[in-house]
């Protein structure tokens, strides 16, 4: 069996409402899909995360490297990119193309092997995995508490226990935001905080100790991810967990985070720090150095069912009877790429979601929709 076809597609859709955050404004969702094709016809689908035009050609650069090899050999062909981008792409967007490739070959070879991804990245310890609702971010609006309010409470009627909130406006309008979803929620659902690395130390700082009443389990992306020792100071003067990584990638970005002291939680994105392959092991890296991980999730179903079948599998730094529970990030801003362009969509319930028993990722693109996304050259 050999790989026969590697083939990206630019999906795109236009938000019915912008959103914004403290670095862009989103009016429309852009991703990169690609789906890799063997000789008898089986096929697997993988994403990138980024500018998805760029990692269309990232894709593209690599695809000669693959074609007719076996598609079972994850590791080898992983290599095989890996070194052809090393010299340019230590970090950035390349690995996001190799991710998305590495991610469908994953998918390819649950397929072909009649398992899931999660089985056959080592087994499940998990059947279900909690989830998180990331939303709450900036729009337009009257009021931002108030409505920042009212989402968070839909979130917590719609059975999740735990749910993130951007911050990064301004140190004090962000305290008020937070003291209002607070307020709306009430003290037994669990509230982290993302600023998606708006501020200075000496801002961050000043957030976190104001935050500290409202029970936030962790502050996502204070300052900089170039700032590592800003990073590590931050964790000295702060009750609330800090978390970080989705700006970094492969084992080798993680590690400097991780000898640095940097994170509570690590978050690599599947789809840019290096795929399935990689992310499982910087997983038992992160176990290594006694750090959690939630990876960074933001795309379609093939984005966060990657995520499920990583996190059914790995280790955990607790270990005690009712062992820690792993926790998984589900975007609930407007999507259909990820709720009608992939099917089954993901559905939690309760917060949980169930890991697929299906061959692969347990997804696939609706390719009849496909040509409705696509973005034309
Ligand atoms: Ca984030």
């Not at 009021?143 to 140190?171: C, H, I, R, W």
């Not at 409202?214 to 609330?240: D, H, K, M």
């Not at 696939?364 to 409705?372: F, P, S």
Request: hydrophobic share 40%; proline share 5%.
């Amino acid at each position: 069996m050999k790989i026969s076809a590697i083939e990206p597609f630019v999906v795109s859709h236009k938000l019915q409402r912008e959103f914004y955050f403290s670095q862009w404004r989103y009016d429309t969702r852009t991703i990169c899909l690609v789906k890799i094709t063997c000789d008898n016809g089986t096929f697997g689908w993988g994403e990138g995360y980024g500018p998805a035009e760029i990692v269309k050609a990232g894709i593209e650069f690599f695809r000669p490297l693959l074609i007719g090899h076996g598609p079972l050999e994850t590791e080898n062909l992983w290599q095989l990119m890996y070194l052809r981008s090393l010299d340019y792409a230590r970090r950035g967007i390349l690995l996001s193309a190799l991710s998305a490739i590495d991610v469908a070959l994953w998918d390819l070879k649950g397929k072909i092997l009649g398992q899931p991804v999660s089985v056959l990245l080592g087994g499940r310890r998990r059947q279900s995995v909690r989830t998180y609702a990331t939303g709450m971010y900036f729009t337009e609006t009257e009021s931002m508490p108030e409505t920042l309010a009212a989402e968070a409470l839909g979130y917590k009627e719609q059975g999740f226990d735990a749910m993130k909130m951007k911050v990064g406006l301004n140190v004090e309008k962000d305290i008020e935001n937070v003291a209002a979803v607070r307020q709306a929620i009430g003290p037994g659902i669990d509230l982290m905080i993302d600023a998606n690395h708006a501020y200075s130390l000496t801002e961050a700082t000043k957030l976190a100790r104001a935050v500290e009443p409202y029970r936030i389990s962790w502050f996502e992306e204070p300052v900089s991810p170039e700032y590592y020792a800003s990073y590590s100071q931050l964790r000295e003067t702060t009750s609330i967990p800090i978390a970080g990584g989705e700006c970094e990638y492969l084992r080798f970005g993680f590690l400097r985070l991780f000898q640095q002291q940097c994170v509570d939680i690590a978050q690599p994105d599947i789809c840019a720090a290096g795929g399935l392959t990689e992310v499982k092991r910087i997983a038992d890296m992160a176990c290594t150095f006694g750090v959690d991980l939630v990876p960074h999730t933001w795309g379609t179903g093939i984005a966060a069912s990657a995520a499920l079948h990583l996190i059914a599998n790995i280790d955990m730094p607790g270990s005690r009877l009712n062992e820690a529970e792993a926790l998984m990030e589900l975007d609930r801003t407007e999507n259909p790429l990820r709720d009608e362009l992939v099917q089954p969509a993901l559905s939690p319930h309760n917060g949980r979601l169930q890991v697929p028993n299906e061959p692969g990722l347990g997804v696939n693109v609706d390719e009849n929709a496909l040509g409705g996304y696509s973005v034309q050259d």
